[in-house]
């Protein structure tokens, strides 16, 4: 009996030992595991965490610091806040919520991209991933352990996609808009100028001389509306491959308004508008000179087109802190509907509504405007009201 105690023994400890043994191997081998793994994050923009869901408490490895251009030192005993204090304002609660619904059970896994700040202030994308892998009794989460790799590069050849994507959708808009003026608004006048010179030339002597001027009066309105269409046109068309002069200096907005006020008298006076201004003489700003009579032409004669007679026009000016003005041009005529308001500056809207005597217009002069404000860094925005005129403002740098 005692011969097989001692063998029962002898056999216990050798299997003892022979786990000891293992237990050693199993250490050394996870010790090296851990080694290459480290080796592998820190060869890499990878790195891993893990988190005690109680007290917050984040372990990681050094690549994680690092990659935000920090040492290790300086994030000892580092709480999960360490972290995510650095999270960019706009994406904070976007992180925050995908922990929460990990944590409740919502979502099985942590996963969020977000910006996080560098050392030296600037941005970069981290991509994090994680998930519980141990709970208490009550199967409530203690640990969360993850990976995070900076994903700044995907992100950012993601945004250059989608700008791509937004460029080539205006592109193929303005194309679209192009063809359909061309199919449209100017086959149209000139059919009906070759209908019309058929039938005089036809007809000749059936027709008085009183009708034959009505033709001629017809085809010359026909003719100024194609021509100017067609030049509205080709300023586009030069605007798309970057063919214009830029030249921004400091010009005298006053002088320059005052131009275009001479330029539109004949039609500001054929239905009895007074321009009027509260421009200053000797307002400087930084314009291109072209560019800028543009926009005031444009913009000035939209409103006599679509001010009622015996009306009044009003271009006023604003000055703010950040070093522009704002320049606003009002009328007090028939203003646009409400749900065209928004659209009406987009190559991706075909809207044209007719002035108060009937006058055609092209559709593209606030496009132009749009374009020549950009140009400028500046913007260009419209407030209206149906019958009840409307206002658009844009802003230029000051001198």
Not at 194 to 200: A, K, P, R, Y
Not at 287 to 299: E, F, P, S, W
Not at 301 to 318: E, G, L, P, R, Y
Request: hydrophobic share 35%.
């Amino acid at each position: 009996m005692e011969h097989q105690s001692n063998s029962t023994l002898e056999e216990l400890e050798q299997q003892i030992a022979r786990l000891e043994v293992q237990e050693e191997q199993l250490k050394k081998k996870l010790d090296t595991s851990e080694e290459h793994l480290n080796l592998a994050l820190s060869a890499g923009n990878l790195a891993w965490w893990t988190m005690e869901v109680a007290t917050g408490k984040a372990t990681f490895n050094e690549n994680k610091v690092k990659m935000l251009g920090y040492h290790m030192k300086e994030f000892q005993d580092a709480h999960y806040s360490a972290f995510t204090e650095l999270i960019h304002p706009d994406d904070y609660n976007k992180a925050m919520q995908a922990m929460r619904d990990h944590l409740s059970g919502k979502n099985e896994l942590y996963e969020v991209t977000y910006r996080i700040k560098h050392k030296d202030g600037h941005y970069i994308w981290f991509y994090d991933r994680g998930s519980t892998t141990k709970r208490d009794n009550e199967g409530k989460p203690v640990l969360v352990k993850g990976i995070v790799f900076d994903d700044t590069e995907r992100q950012e050849a993601l945004h250059s996609l989608r700008a791509s994507k937004r460029a080539l959708e205006e592109a193929n808009a303005t194309k679209d808009r192009f063809f359909s003026i061309i199919a449209h608004d100017i086959k149209g006048p000139l059919y009906s100028m070759i209908g019309l010179t058929n039938m005089v030339e036809e007809s000749y002597d059936l027709f008085s001389d009183e009708d034959r001027k009505k033709f001629l009066h017809n085809m010359q309105q026909s003719a100024k509306g194609t021509y100017a269409l067609l030049e509205q046109l080709l300023i586009w068309s030069r605007l798309q491959v970057n063919t214009i002069p830029f030249e921004p200096i400091e010009r005298d907005l006053y002088e320059e308004l005052h131009e275009v006020f001479y330029m539109l008298k004949q039609q500001a006076q054929s239905k009895d508008i007074e321009l009027h201004s509260t421009i200053p003489e000797n307002t400087y700003v930084v314009a291109d000179k072209y560019m800028l009579q543009t926009i005031l032409r444009n913009l000035l004669s939209n409103a006599i087109k679509f001010s009622n007679t015996n009306s009044k026009i009003a271009v006023d000016i604003s000055t703010s802190a950040s070093k522009e003005v704002k320049i606003t041009v009002t009328d007090w005529g028939i203003g646009i509907p409400h749900d065209k308001v928004d659209g009406i500056l987009s190559t991706k809207e075909n809207y044209k509504q007719a002035g108060t005597n009937n006058e055609k217009g092209t559709g593209l002069g606030l496009i132009l405007c749009k374009e020549f404000v950009a140009k400028h860094n500046g913007k260009i925005y419209i407030q209206s009201k149906e019958g009840d005129g409307t206002s658009v403002t844009f802003t230029l740098p000051t001198a």
